[in-house]
DNA sequence: CGGCAAATGATATCGCATTCGCAATAGCGG
DNA sequence: CCGCTATTGCGAATGCGATATCATTTGCCG
């Protein structure tokens, strides 16, 4: 996996965080980065995967993704512009990569318009199909 | 102002609340409607604002509007499908009336669209003006 | 007007994500 | 291999929005 960023020391936990930050198609949230690095490092604490968050997030390895009334995701920082995605079913949370482009039609006048969020609801591929799919391990397809 | 939902009794802090809630053209904090309808109830507690709103919300008149990373704010709920823009000066956040319509063509295949938010962020009219307005009872036009 | 129960105000408490404190562990330079 | 100290794990503590508690107030019906 890639290098991790500037840190007096190289452990087993940072670069477990890391490598599951990096290998998920998807922002995760804190706990899902505790469940599954907990897979390469087993006795790892929510506490270092705060402490390693954090880290990250000051070297702009990755950046806070915040979706209206839910913890904190977290994805690598170096995504272009894109929006999210989350499955009522599974509630994971999907990156979208295609914008509609230019909102300034949709500002009222006088305001101006410096960024923008979407979000989309629905149904994600596996659980449109009836598959079901609840957010845990099992069903995080990293690395 | 209009009637109040279904509550046993009618009381000076019911109906100060859902006049706040019903004149302010934007959706409210809990403090803003706090400190907006203590202009009519003086002693009013915050757990009363609470109380009213969750009756509020129980009986369909007033709705949650939640914006990524933010505490909850409340507006009518017979405000028909609309998007928010948040002023990053003074914090407000306002109605969006108008809407891009379609997004199907964002929504990776396989994914089924439900429903979507879209979130706009930079100035308001009184911010774009150099005009320094903060999000405090002062700046909050109701009645 | 009287009386009962709903509603309120003040404050304590909860829930929960996040952070802290500290002893134990383990990188890493020498 | 040593030793220093950054880092960790654990559990306690924190912050804060929201809720519960309870004595007091106040609608409201008769």
Redesign the pocket.
Same mark, same amino acid.
């Given at each position: 996996m890639g290098d991790l960023p500037r840190?007096? @020391? @190289? %452990? @087993? !936990?940072?670069q477990a965080i890391y490598d599951v930050i990096v290998a998920a198609d998807r922002p995760l949230l /804190?706990q899902e980065i505790l469940t599954l690095a907990a897979g390469a490092?087993p !006795?790892?604490?929510? /506490? %270092?995967v705060?402490? %390693?968050?954090?880290a990250l997030q000051e070297t702009c390895t990755i950046k806070a993704v915040l979706l209206p009334g839910q913890?904190?995701r977290y994805e690598p920082a170096d995504h272009s512009h894109h929006h999210y995605f989350q499955c009522r079913q599974c509630e994971r949370v999907f990156d979208v990569e295609t914008c509609p482009g230019n909102l300034d039609n949709l500002v009222p006048s006088g305001f101006t318009l410096e960024d923008h969020e979407i979000i989309l609801y629905g149904r994600c591929c596996e659980c449109s199909t009836g598959t079901i799919v609840l957010a845990t391990a099992s069903t995080l397809n990293v690395g």
């Open positions: 840190m007096k @020391r @190289r %452990t @087993r !936990q940072h /804190a490092v !006795q790892l604490s929510i /506490a %270092t705060y402490r %390693t968050i954090k913890n904190p």
